[in-house]
């Protein structure tokens, strides 16, 4: 379908969505952990991590763990805990209670909470900011009014209606935790995020906006539950002469060798926003008159931009059938669908990707409850169309939405050829 002129031919090396971007710094403190044999999970690389952490967010306390799943499991055992007690071992501390969930998310935003027990009830996203629908969650607390927790996620760097979900969790007497796994040095109102849960995480996964290969952090304002994480993730030892353990414990701290990446990447931050703001900014003018838009940056939110979305209008779409591994469409003039981008893109050898899947649509959360914000999610209904024959916002902007290569590395060249492309797909 695509000529093969120029702007067609696949480029020599591939163009990823986001993969790591090295300076130097990171061997540098990693051999030092080498060097200096720190080569466990304790060591100055740790202590320096949680310190830059703690710096950057503005929050009091931060805890370095193996990875953002890792610390969003951690903050369900305290919220679980802090709201219905410590319960009988080898029963999570969610045990049997409901969880309000962002439901457009990686599933590890809603994994942990099962890991402890809970039942995620996912609530709909908004065209907004592509977050968890204040509205929604309103609604959610009308029907289930014993709710005492919710997670949300700040989806690909870019804050969700903060204010507004806390002062319905605080109407309703409930804890939140914020996965801010993808939105690492994004603000809302001017306030890094990270800050604004009853219990945050960051993630330092291999894509994110930066990286130590793996890791993953929790940060708090509360020495008590610093302190608790601090020793979970350590096995739970307690303060004895030899391993002395009352409480359940994990093997979740990160090691000294990965902080040394993460040290070396933390001064580069705001370098790789700026980039990634670029990125963004390039897609945005380029794709200006095609019948799309780039997903939505709310007022007074900065978003790390960590990954440029686009989203197709309804009248510019072809025909798409998703199965649940294959899809299928049908090519139009003047019409196209994220399946047709996607597969252009990979044919020049880069890579975008789907919108996350929401969770109510995944078979392993079928059974799990989801509300819209007019309260008709799953329950009445077990088909996604609603009566007025629209459906819900999230099936609606994985349908009509993708992730486009977003690669720090990226060159103006190359960002204009995937421009091309995909102006194709519209021809
Ligand atoms: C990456 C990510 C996580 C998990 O972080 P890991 O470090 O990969 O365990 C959690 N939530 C969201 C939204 C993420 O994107």
Redesign the pocket.
């Known amino acids: 379908m695509f000529n093969k002129d120029d702007n067609m031919k696949p480029f020599d090396s591939k163009v990823w969505l986001s993969s790591p971007t090295m300076h130097g710094e990171e061997l540098k403190y990693m051999i030092e952990a080498f060097e200096t044999n720190w080569m466990s999970t304790v060591g100055v690389n740790i202590n320096e991590v949680e310190r830059m952490a703690v710096e950057k967010v503005g929050c009091k306390y931060a805890v370095a763990l193996s990875?953002?799943?890792?610390s969003?499991h951690l903050a369900m055992k305290l919220a679980g805990e802090r709201l219905y007690g410590q319960t009988d071992l080898g029963k999570g501390a969610l045990a049997g209670h409901r969880v309000f969930c962002s439901d457009m998310?990686?599933d590890?935003?809603v994994n942990p909470v099962v890991y402890e027990g809970g039942i995620p009830m996912f609530i709909d996203t908004e065209y907004d900011s592509w977050n968890m629908d204040p509205a929604a969650l309103e609604k959610a607390f009308e029907i289930y009014p014993e709710v005492k927790l919710i997670v949300t996620?700040h989806?690909y760097g870019t804050p969700g209606k903060i204010d507004e979900i806390r002062a319905i969790a605080d109407k309703h007497g409930a804890l939140i935790v914020e996965?801010a796994?993808?939105s690492l040095g994004a603000t809302y109102k001017g306030k890094q995020t990270g800050n604004f849960g009853d219990y945050c995480?960051i993630?330092?996964?291999g894509n994110?906006i930066i990286t130590g290969s793996?890791?993953?952090m929790f940060l708090t304002d509360s020495k008590d539950d610093a302190d608790k994480v601090r020793k979970w993730s350590t096995q739970s030892r307690e303060d004895a002469f030899w391993y002395q353990h009352e409480e359940l414990g994990y093997n979740y701290r990160m090691s000294n060798v990965i902080a040394g990446v993460v040290r070396g990447q933390f001064p580069y931050l705001e370098e790789h926003i700026q980039q990634k703001k670029e990125i963004y900014e390039r897609y945005r003018d380029g794709l200006k008159d095609l019948p799309v838009s780039m997903n939505p940056i709310p007022e007074e939110c900065e978003p790390n931009y960590w990954l440029s979305c686009l989203i197709i209008d309804k009248d510019a779409m072809c025909q798409q059938v998703r199965g649940e591994k294959e899809a299928l469409y049908i090519p139009e003039h003047g019409k196209s669908c994220p399946t047709e981008i996607l597969e252009a893109i990979s044919s020049i050898n880069a890579e975008g990707r789907p919108i996350w899947k929401p969770m109510h649509m995944q078979p392993i959360y079928r059974m799990n409850g989801f509300v819209t914000r007019e309260g008709n999610g799953r329950g009445r209904s077990n088909a996604y169309i609603k009566e007025n024959g629209t459906v819900d916002v999230g099936i609606d902007i994985f349908e009509r939405g993708l992730c486009l290569p977003s690669d720090n590395k990226i060159t103006v060249e190359e960002q204009g050829r995937i421009i091309e492309v995909i102006r194709k797909c519209f021809e």
């Open positions: 990875s953002g799943t890792a969003l998310t990686f590890a935003t996620a989806l996965d796994a993808e995480c993630s330092f996964n994110k793996s890791g993953g």
